[in-house]
């Protein structure tokens, strides 16, 4: 007995892929998420650039290393996804990390005194003056509480003590902490583009899932056709069959 064909209805609704090497694929991702953070760290330290506006860098270098290694499927689009949120908190802490450890230098100490002589000077400052304030000296702008706990209470601090760059370095380790960091640095935008990396990060992986599936149901239907074709009976012709 001839085996069943396939419905054309199973073959254009179903899954024609064969299952995806997860283990090597999520590797990759891992491997790529890595060196993403890498690099993100590297450019925020060295260029000056917000972590931020890096991030989505990391969910399409995940994504495209995923699919490289022979990665599909929705289940993998998810992990996919879930690789790259792992990998940006990491980058903010690393970030975070070298900021803190690192910024406390001769220049920035001579310009955070000049700086905390004009934040003494306003004495219990509007939000408006705090905004000014912030754009003048260079500081991000966040909102007004979030500013006054960081950098506002060092700058009162440095104002008032006058701090060798030795003693100012020790209290950043004693008082800075990463969820102040996240206050002072995170906004909308960066949550906006966190979602734009992890969509890119799924995306690249569907995309490539849709593509292979397209081509693998163009090869089912093709194979169906040619095996509908060899086993129909052979009209005769009235001709022939005189």
Same mark, same amino acid.
């Given at each position: 007995m001839e085996p069943r064909r396939e419905k054309l209805s199973d073959l254009l609704h179903g899954s024609a892929l064969p299952p995806p090497p997860i283990k090597r694929a999520l590797i990759f991702g891992v491997l790529a998420a890595v060196i993403g953070v890498v690099a993100v760290v590297m450019a925020a330290r060295v260029?000056?650039?917000?972590?931020?506006?890096?991030? =989505?860098?990391?969910?399409? #270098?995940?994504?495209? @290393?995923?699919?490289r290694r022979g990665g599909y499927g929705? &289940?993998? =689009?998810? #992990? @996919?996804?879930a690789i790259t949120l792992v990998a940006i908190p990491i980058a903010y802490f690393m970030t975070f990390?070298?900021?803190? %450890?690192?910024?406390?230098? $001769? @220049?920035?100490?001579a310009s955070i005194g000049e700086s905390a002589v004009v934040w003494q000077q306003l004495d219990k400052p509007t939000n408006e003056q705090v905004f000014d304030f912030a754009r003048d000296q260079?500081? *991000? #702008? &966040?909102?007004y509480d979030?500013? $006054?706990?960081? *950098?506002?209470?060092?700058? &009162?601090w440095f104002a008032e003590n006058k701090p060798t760059l030795d003693e100012w370095r020790s209290w950043e380790h004693a008082n800075h902490s990463f969820d102040n960091y996240l206050t002072f640095w995170i906004t909308a935008l960066d949550y906006g583009l966190l979602i734009v =990396?992890?969509?890119?990060?799924?995306?690249i992986v569907?995309?490539?899932? &849709?593509? #292979? $599936?397209?081509?693998?149901k163009q090869k089912a239907i093709a194979?169906?056709?040619?095996? %509908?074709?060899?086993? $129909? *009976?052979k009209r005769t012709t009235p001709e022939e069959a005189n």
């Open positions: 260029h000056d650039i917000r972590v931020g506006h890096l991030i =989505a860098g990391i969910g399409a #270098l995940v994504g495209i @290393s995923i699919i929705k &289940t993998i =689009a998810i #992990l @996919s996804a990390w070298f900021v803190t %450890t690192g910024w406390c230098t $001769e @220049s920035t100490h260079g500081f *991000p #702008l &966040t909102t979030a500013f $006054e706990h960081y *950098p506002g209470q060092m700058l &009162t =990396a992890l969509l890119l990060a799924a995306g569907m995309l490539r899932t &849709t593509k #292979l $599936e397209d081509r693998a194979r169906r056709q040619e095996t %509908t074709n060899d086993t $129909e *009976p």
